[in-house]
Nanobody, 118 residues
Framework: QVQLVESGGGLVQAGGSLRLSCAASGSIFSIADMGWYRQAPGKQRELVAGITRGGSTNYADVVKGRFTISRENGKNTVYLQMNNLKPEDTAVYYC????????????WGQGTQVTVSS
């Protein structure tokens, strides 16, 4: 069983920065793909950024150039550096871990609130 614990959310003014962290339990982190998703009130959960076990990254168009995802396998942790935050970035941010080829296993964290004031 994998547990994911997010931290780093909070209230910030527009233009500010936050860094989210997600620590994973267990021993599969280094072979897993990791992602950050977010869900705003009344909206569907959406992918913000992903990083494969090999280090390849992808971003939603709306965050490109502002957000950076990274991972530290020695600490079983994935990060999301968020710069130049906008009010529309306000959401609950969730960490996701996924691994497996023929059968895909997926785990979610409990979420952390990010609120950007204008």
């Amino acid at each position: 069983q994998v547990q994911l614990v997010e931290s780093g959310g909070g209230l910030v003014q527009a233009g500010g920065s936050l860094r989210l962290s997600c620590a994973a339990s267990g021993s599969i982190f280094s072979i897993a793909d990791m992602g950050w998703y977010r869900q705003a009130p009344g909206k569907q959960r959406e992918l913000v950024a992903g990083i494969t076990r090999g280090g390849s990254t992808n971003y939603a168009d709306v965050v490109k150039g502002r957000f950076t995802i990274s991972r530290e396998n020695g600490k079983n942790t994935v990060y999301l550096q968020m710069n130049n935050l906008k009010p529309e970035d306000t959401a609950v941010y969730y960490c996701n871990l996924a691994y497996g080829r023929s059968t895909r296993y997926s785990y979610w964290g409990q979420g952390t609130q990010v609120t950007v004031s204008s």
